[in-house]
């Protein structure tokens, strides 16, 4: 989560390995998105990391 939330500032990050962006002020709706996308990646029995 940043508060940098030009286009190129989510370039970097994402170039920097991050997996995804969240702007502020932070949107509920985008942010509970965002957290469930992630959550389906996860392999069940794997832990994060």
């Known amino acids: 989560m940043t ?3 030009f286009d190129a500032d ?3 990050c ?4 991050m997996d995804d962006f969240v ?3 932070v949107d509920p709706d985008v ?3 965002t957290v ?8 069940p029995g794997k832990s994060g990391g």
Not at 14 to 17: F, H, N
Not at 36 to 43: D, E
């Open 36 to 43: 469930l996308k992630w959550l389906a990646v996860r392999k």
């Open 31 to 33: 942010l509970s998105a």
């Open 10 to 12: 989510r370039d970097l």
């Open 14 to 17: 994402m170039a920097a390995g």
């Open 3 to 5: 508060a940098n939330a």
């Open 23 to 25: 702007a502020k002020p």
